[in-house]
């Protein structure tokens, strides 16, 4: 009405022209469970202000509309306010976001405020990843993952332990990364405790299962004491010496010191000598001053070791007056001097003749050890050896030797070939050899409680089954762990003539070794013992393992690991990086490492990742029952390294509880992406099978497998059939690893049909455990002598080891095998580990043949020269 405006402010009018601004815009809100939110605009000068919402006019009746004047400009001042329900913003769920924004107008125009978006808060229940209990060593890394559950607004992360709330800039040991992982830089007792992740956002609070973390620490040796005081004062005793178990103490599970407290030694101590008087001597003759003297000695014993001297005089005199002295005959005197220097001759000439005698007695003596070790050397010579013409090399196709078993005099031997040290090797019909002392006992595991039985190796696990031993000397051989992979070549000569080493190979179960693993390291091979440590090798021993990293060495830093005396593991090679004067080499293969060693112990093969590129190979395995007589059906799923000693493992396992093989094992790359591995199965028959599990899939964490230290990692699918009558099964099982923007889906086809569980897939070996002398290797000894002494010397042309070890394709070992003494001989070392099973000699011949000797029959030797 005019009157209205006639009353208006003369600034309202002045300021009529002017645009509307706005004081407030509306803001995100979030709706709380059923709450609705409200919306405010606030604008001047304005005439009209209404909210459009995704796009469409909000009615005016839902606005609630105040108007007011602003007291320092006079201006009209216009708020409106409409509230949004859950309904709502439901309507469009999924669909796209739900927004708002209001439009003023002023006589002179339009004004759009910002968008202000409504969204359904929320907080799902269950944490994606949640953290893991772990027991890890003193200053060791730790990581707690966690990956919160879904939420809208995002949910914050907290972490608690022990119900009190962890402040990462009041305690620099702790960390957590931008992905909510705890990260504990550096391990310490005050930190073994619960951890508890806590998720949190307007909505609720939301908190993990709690992980239990132990800091345990491994016991360590003081230093030993001195000797004590022999047990005895007198004559033969003890004294001992000792150390603890306390540098440090072992905490919270940590392994006791292996080894011996106590140090016992025989001792002898000098019994004390009480001093004793020699017989007087003659009196003397009468002197000027008409006294006679004699004397004794404190000589028969000389006191010693704290004995009494000897108590009394040692010097007499007496007055010879009435011998008419001074006395001028000399007569006595000069006899006494004769009879003295006739006794001291007859002393030295019985002192000659019992030297003669004993010399005499030792010559013998020595000529009879000299017989009786010239034994052990010519026994058994080759006969009928043929000389070789110079230049012409051995036929590496020709196995057979021939020996002869008597024992002979050693002066019956000269120029002839010693091949053995004698009564050790009997003679087989097939001209093979095994290795005798009399001492190898008829049951393994007596071998095993008697070496379980010294001090280092109290915890040595007496599991036969996995387990070799043998007797060995000079001439070598080799234990092999049947269907393992696992074996230890001993060349010839390793072993010093003249010594025989009882030696075993073991496979150590996984849960009784605890291999401290940090960071991104995984077990990568079997953990192998062989021993006894401490022996004497004059060349390295060839150990073979499998190991399960991918093929892509760049991909990786591998290290080999020994376990100490006192129970620790060092770092004892890094693969690639090796120096050839290094105890220790390895020629890693594409599923093999071959690890040459000077001394023998507890070894295993770790691995550390460079990039999530890295991967590991996993074998699965499907089994399922034989025989199933209820409704029930479960399909048991193993994921574990690809390596032979777990497949035995788990072989030997359902072996037991009468599982059966579904299909054939697939190999899956497990990469380093800290994603888990996922399972479930697919394309069931829904009409005559269900299955029970609430879950679409089944989850294993990535650090179970990762780390390597479960034996034989599963998880089962308990199916259901509708009816007994129902026998065939056919479905699909996936396995994927979730990567971030793709998944690596691997697919097994699941049937009734069984498999025995020897399929073809298993390598049997069916060779012996122990092979010693020359039945161990396929290149028979002599000539093996041969070709070494051929190719050793360096050629001009080029024709030695360099070229041989060319044409095996070893050259990367060149620097290796230059500083051995025989470079040929650690290369056919090498190529007897590599083709124990599958080597041909005639190959081999043909490689020789390739190094440029032009001689027509040059591999052809007779028999009596094999």
Known sequence: PKSLFWKMPLN???????????LVEPDDVYIVKNKPVTLTCRSTPATQIYFKCNGEWVHQDDHLIERTVDPATGLPVMQVMIDISRQQVEKIFGLEDYWCQCVAWST??????????????????????????????????????????????????????????????????????????????????????????VAKNIVARRRSSSASVTVYVNGGWSTWTGWSACSATCGRGWQKRTRSCTNPTPLNGGTSCEGQSVQKSACTATCPVDGGWSEWSKWSACGADCTAWRSRECTQPVPGTGGKDCQGLDLQSQNCTSELCPQTASGPEDVALYVGIVAVALCLLLLLIVVVLVYRRKKEGLDADVADSSILTTGFQPVGIKPTKPGVWPDLTTTTSSYQGSLRSRHEITGKFSVTNGPLLDPLPNGSHTLHNGKLPSDPAEFMNRLSAQSYFKTLPRDTANTSYGTFNFLGGRLTIPNTGVSLLIPPEAIPRGKIYEIYLTVQRKEDVRLPLAGCQTLLSPVVSCGPPGVMLTRPVILSMDHCSDASPENWTMRLKKQSYEGTWEDVLQVGEELPSDPY???????????????????????????????????????????CTTLEYSIRVYCMDDTQDVLKEVMQMEKQLG????????????????HNLRLSIHDMPRA????????????????????????????????ERLSLSTCELTCQLCVWQVEGEGQSFMQFPCTSQSRPLDSDFLVLDNSAPALAGPSAFQIPYLIRQKICSSLDAPCPHGADWRLLAQRLKLERHLNFFACKASPTSVILDLWEAQHFHSGNLNQLAAVMAEIGKQEAMIFLVTDGEC
Not at 109 to 117: C, I
Not at 153 to 162: D, I, S
Not at 170 to 185: F, G, M, R, S
Not at 694 to 704: C, K, N, V
């Open 688 to 719: 005559h099978w269900r299955s029970k599990l609430l879950a679409a899939y089944q989850e294993i964490p990535f650090y179970h497998i990762w780390s390597g230290s479960q034996r034989s990692l599963h998880c089962t699918f308990t199916l």
């Open 659 to 674: 599982g059966r093989l579904i299909d054939e094992p697939q190999v899956l790359l497990f990469k380093d992406s800290y």
């Open 12 to 22: 309202y009018l002045t300021f009529s022209d002017l645009l509307p601004h706005f």
């Open 585 to 627: 080499y390895c020629q890693l293969e594409a599923e093999t490492c071959r690890i040459f060693t000077e001394q023998l112990g507890r070894f295993a093969l770790v691995g550390e990742s460079l990039s999530m590129v890295a991967a590991k190979r996993l074998k699965l395995l499907l089994f399922a029952p034989a025989y």
């Open 108 to 197: 002179t125009g339009t004004q759009k405020s910002q968008k202000a978006y409504v969204r359904i808060a929320y907080l799902r229940k269950n944490f994606e990843e949640e953290p893991l209990g772990k027991e890890v060593a003193l200053d060791q890394e730790v990581l707690l993952r966690c990956h919160p559950p879904e939420g809208v607004p995002t949910a914050e992360v907290e972490w608690l332990k022990n119900e009190e709330v962890i402040d990462p800039s009041a305690d620099p040991n702790y960390h957590v990364t931008a992905d909510h992982n705890l990260i504990i830089k550096q391990a310490r007792l005050a930190d073994t405790g619960n951890y508890t992740c």
